[in-house]
């Protein structure tokens, strides 16, 4: 499963990552995109290691208010849907 993701993080663009947002009713501003887009392209492997570990809560200065709910929203579904096929 690992280098299922590894392979889509790898070739993933930023507007992939728009998209999914999009998806998701968050409209992120050039800089959260910038941010998310980084994070995610450098971090991945970490938190597929070990995603009970990671603390969203560290990262809400980098986004809107309004954005980090809704982010923190959809990470905990995901989290509790995708956590045990990490």
Sequence with gaps: MFNI???YILRM???DINN??????????????NFTYDFVKKNYRTFL?????FNIER???NY???NF????KV???????YANYL
């Design 59 to 61: 990262y809400q200065n």
């Design 75 to 81: 990470y905990n579904e995901y989290i509790q849907r």
């Design 5 to 7: 993701i590894e392979r």
């Design 64 to 66: 809107s208010k309004e």
């Design 69 to 72: 709910s809704k982010i923190t």
């Design 20 to 33: 999914f947002a999009i998806s998701k009713n968050i409209q992120l501003s050039e800089g959260e995109l």
């Design 13 to 15: 663009t930023k507007e």
């Design 49 to 53: 290691g070990n995603p009970k570990l």
